[in-house]
Structures are given as structure tokens and as C-alpha cells.
């Protein structure tokens, strides 16, 4: 098994619910977040070109926070989800300067804290809060080894996106364009 | 053409508009640790080469500085640490794969020796220094008995951690600037340059000030090599690459970066050490002083920079 997300950058209008969504699900500490949106406007005026994109960890194959941590508190869950163990975590911030997409914050409590795809409630079958919140329905998750789950049907369909490829992270989250 | 990039909906001071997780404690534990691992790699070096009559600054009386040192850097690192409950989790697990822990490990072998050492010279600066219990002096005969054996251990540990203290950085390729494998050799080079001048400072004997400042000489040579190559290697790169080379090419970091780590901390002393060798009188302070203040500097300034740099999507 492996969780994936895909994001429609077309549908997408930008209203950050998601990250309302996921703040109050996931009880994010005030001054921090695990997702957000960022706009891309490109070309000159009246050429423009704009893209929404509702980021946040790209739960990487490859990921250099697990790679970097000294005591193993960042991980690969079930379904390559990455997550930190608070009670193994030291804060040494080594995982926040190793992410090149800067999808960690660490948290008031001490511990290193972003996006676990909502682990709580996709274990129970159940959607990411951002992904059932979205009002365009703009957000597709899955499981990439089930050919006939709704993130690999979209992928299987549309032209997609990872965000820095080059990194070689393999990231997990797909962007629709 | 790229207009703009609009962030909306992500708080965190820490991240935007730059990565800002790193503060002061991160370069000073790494130039503590490398000034260190200096002082300690000529002390064993020539404690094994049988010279420690010849230059006793370096095997005996440097080393005294080294525990203080190494256990001030510990405390940096400890300082930095977000959850400092938690610390000992640092020694439950060996991750090879992260230099923050094979790093910490090394210093968990460096710094007990670094005690051992001084304990076995304390009569250097306290003549008549007696232990008193009778097992303490058993075990201080052992360890003289092994001395060569421990100064081997030294010698392989003390490169490791000097070469660590660049690849902590250097393991990093979400920040261009630390991405580069030179980053190890440069800042053990680097280490060993503020190691060998803090040798000179304390040394009383000419001879042995002339060693090191030649010793020295070399060492900046081999920095500026690998600054140079770095920088080659940068702009033959990606974009990415050559955006942080260009944060000292032209950028924000041109200034402190050539005046203060190349001019001041490489250039100044190594003319004046080599004066030194042409006999001109050149009080031993200010190159010393200035090799290490650049070492320092040299920390602080890759720290902060390579915070700095970053992948653009
Ligand atoms: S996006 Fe960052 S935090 Fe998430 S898995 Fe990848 S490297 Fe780790
Ligand atoms: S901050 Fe925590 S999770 Fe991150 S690298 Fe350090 S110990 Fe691991």
C-alpha cells in the first residue's frame, strides 16, 4: 500500500479550507500549520497564467527527514505515510532543515510536528480532513497500488506534477495541471 | 516569465520568508568541535611519532582546553535542542545514515579521552598533583601503559569529528549551498588550522611556534584550494547551485564572506606567518587570534547562508 494525494491545481480556488480544516482536526498549535496554499501567477499582463496549489508534506519515498534523524523518531508508517514519534524526537531541527519543501514546524510542546495524512483517520478508512473538506472537491487520496483507487484512476487520466522531482525525494503528492 | 509567488495560509516564522531553524549553537558546537578536534589530532600525532618532548605545547598543553571545549559544545548542542528531555534518546540508537548521530557518538569517544589525556599530564601544571586512592592510580598506569593504543583511537576520532562537523551540513540537499561533499574536508582542514594556531598561541618554545606557523601555512593553502574548488563546482552545477554560490559572488554574503573568513582569517595571518619565517619579529597573537576568529566566522557564515538557499518551485 501506498497513500498518495492528488490536487486539481484547475479546480482549486484557493480558499485555504483545508488548511482551516486540517488546523482543527489536527489540533495545530496557533502561529503554525501542517498545509497551505500558495499562488503561482506567471507572465506579463494581460498574458497571465495562475496556478493554486494546496501543499503540504509530500510524504516522500525518499525521504531526507527520515534519512537525517539521529534517533529514528521520523519514520515510514504504514502505506510509506512518514511520521515522528514525539517521544523520540530530541528537536534538533536537523528534519526541518533537510525538507526541501519546508512542510515541518516544530512544535510548542518540543517535538517536530507536519502533515501525518490524517494516519488517525485514514487507518480507519476514512478521508484526510483537507480532502473531505474541500468545497471544489479538488483533492483525490488513495492507495497508488490499487489501480482502481480514485487517486490512481485520476492519475491514470489527467496530466500531472510532482514538485521538485529533482530532488529525488519521490514525493507522494500530485498536482493535477 | 515568473511574476510572483503568493504564500498565503502558512504560519511559521521559522520557515518563511527563510529557513531560520538554526541559531548560534549549531556553527559554535561545530567550530568548538573542530577546534577541538584540531588540538587533539596533533596531540596524538605526535604523542604515536615519539616527539612529545619536542613539542610539548601541542601534546600536553593544548590538549588541557580540549575537555572544556568539547563539553561547551555539548552544551550548544543541548541548547538548541527543542526538546532537551529527550536528549539521552540521541544515545539509545546509532543511525549511520545521520551524521547528527555517528556525530554525536564520536563526540561520546572524543570527550572522555580528551579528560583522560589531561588527567595523565595534570602534573604538568600541578607538579606535586597526587590522586591519592589507591584504584585511580592503578588506572592512570593503565592508561599510560596504552597510551600509544588511545593516541591511535585519538587520531582516527579526531578526523571523523572535524570531518563531521562539515558533512552535518554538507548531508543536506534540500540546501544547495551545505550540498556539496567539500564541505567535510574543508571544515577539517579548517578545524585543524584553528587547532594548530591555538598550539601556537600557548607554545613558549620558538621552535615549535615556527612548526606549527608552517603547518599552518599549508593548512590555509588547503583551505583556499578547496573554497576555490567549491565555488568551481557550484557554478558548474544546477541553477539552484549556482544561486547560492552567487549569494557570495555579488550577494548578501560577498562582504563577511571574503573579508572577514579569506582576508582576515586565511590571507593576513598566512602573510604574516610567513614574515614570521623570514625572521621579521610578528607577535604570535595576532595571527593565532586571527586564524581562529575566521574559523568562527566560517561557521557562522555557511550556517546562516545555507539556511538562506533553497529550491525554487
Ligand atoms: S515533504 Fe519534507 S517532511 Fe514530508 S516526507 Fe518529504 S522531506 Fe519529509
Ligand atoms: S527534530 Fe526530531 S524528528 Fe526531526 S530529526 Fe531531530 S529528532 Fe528526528
Redesign the interface.
Given at each position: 500500500m501506498r497513500y498518495a494525494m492528488a490536487i486539481d491545481t484547475k479546480k482549486c480556488v484557493?480558499c485555504?479550507d483545508c488548511?482551516v480544516a486540517c488546523q482543527t482536526e489536527n489540533k495545530v498549535p496557533i502561529?503554525?500549520?501542517r498545509?497551505?496554499?500558495?499562488?503561482?501567477?506567471?507572465?506579463?499582463y494581460p498574458m497571465?497564467e495562475m496556478e493554486i496549489r494546496s501543499e503540504r508534506c509530500n510524504q516522500c519515498e525518499n525521504a531526507?527527514c527520515v534519512?537525517?534523524?539521529?534517533?529514528?523518531?521520523s519514520h515510514y508508517s504504514d502505506g510509506g505515510v512518514v511520521l515522528v514519534t514525539p517521544?523520540?524526537?530530541?528537536?534538533?531541527?536537523?528534519c526541518?532543515?533537510?525538507?526541501?519543501y519546508?512542510a515541518r514546524?516544530?512544535h510548542p510542546?518540543?517535538?517536530?510536528d507536519k502533515c501525518t495524512f490524517c494516519s488517525h483517520l485514514i487507518t480507519k478508512g476514512m478521508k484526510p480532513a483537507c480532502v473531505s473538506v474541500c468545497p471544489t472537491k479538488c483533492m483525490y487520496f488513495g492507495d497508488l497500488d490499487n489501480p482502481r483507487s480514485e487517486v490512481s484512476m485520476v492519475l491514470k487520466n489527467r496530466k500531472w506534477k510532482t514538485?521538485?522531482p529533482?530532488?529525488?525525494t519521490k514525493p507522494h503528492l500530485y498536482f493535477l495541471t | 516569465m515568473r511574476e510572483e509567488i503568493i504564500i498565503s495560509g502558512r504560519m511559521n516564522h521559522l520557515i518563511d520568508p527563510q529557513l531560520n531553524i538554526w541559531h548560534w549553537h549549531i556553527p559554535f558546537y561545530l567550530f568548538l568541535g573542530g577546534l577541538a578536534a584540531g588540538i587533539l589530532f596533533f596531540a596524538a600525532l605526535y604523542t604515536i611519532q615519539g616527539k612529545e618532548e619536542k613539542y610539548p605545547a601541542a601534546v600536553r598543553k593544548a590538549p588541557f582546553i580540549t575537555p572544556i571545549i568539547l563539553v561547551a559544545g555539548l552544551l550548544a548542542l543541548m541548547l538548541d535542542l527543542n526538546n532537551k528531555p529527550y536528549f539521552w534518546r540521541l544515545y539509545t540508537t546509532i543511525r549511520l545514515e545521520s551524521p547528527m548521530s555517528w556525530g554525536a557518538w564520536t563526540l561520546m569517544v572524543v570527550t572522555p579521552i580528551s579528560f583522560i589525556w589531561c588527567a595523565l599530564n595534570i602534573r604538568d601544571i600541578f607538579p606535586s598533583f597526587d590522586w591519592k586512592y589507591r584504584w585511580i592510580k592503578e588506572l592512570e598506569g593503565f592508561f599510560i601503559r596504552h597510551k600509544i593504543t588511545m593516541a591511535w583511537i585519538l587520531l582516527v576520532f579526531s578526523v571523523i569529528l572535524g570531518i563531521y562537523t562539515g558533512i552535518l551540513f554538507s548531508a543536506f540537499n534540500s540546501r544547495p549551498l551545505w550540498n556539496t561533499s567539500i564541505l567535510g574536508p574543508l571544515f577539517l582542514a579548517s578545524g585543524l588550522s584553528t587547532g594548530a594556531a591555538y598550539i601556537m598561541l600557548v607554545s613558549k618554545s620558538h621552535a615549535e611556534r615556527i612548526m606549527f606557523s608552517k603547518i599552518d601555512l599549508v593548512l590555509i593553502g588547503i583551505e583556499l584550494f578547496l573554497i576555490i574548488h567549491m565555488f568551481m563546482g557550484f557554478l558548474a552545477s544546477t541553477q539552484v547551485q549556482i544561486d547560492a554560490a552567487a549569494m557570495f559572488l555579488g550577494g548578501p554574503y560577498t562582504a563577511p564572506f571574503w573579508v572577514l573568513v579569506v582576508f582576515l582569517g586565511m590571507m593576513v595571518p598566512a602573510f604574516l606567518e610567513v614574515m614570521e619565517l623570514k625572521n621579521i619579529r610578528i607577535p604570535v597573537l595576532i595571527p593565532g587570534l586571527l586564524v581562529i576568529f575566521g574559523g568562527l566566522m566560517f561557521r557562522f557564515i555557511i550556517a546562516y547562508a545555507g539556511q538562506a538557499s533553497r529550491w525554487l518551485y
Open positions: 484557493g485555504s488548511v502561529g503554525y500549520c498545509d497551505w496554499v500558495v499562488e503561482v501567477t506567471e507572465g506579463t497571465l531526507p534519512r537525517c534523524c539521529p534517533t529514528g523518531a517521544r523520540k524526537c530530541i528537536g534538533c531541527g536537523a526541518i532543515a533537510s525538507c526541501p519546508d514546524f516544530p510542546l518540543g517535538h517536530v514538485l521538485i529533482e530532488a529525488g | -
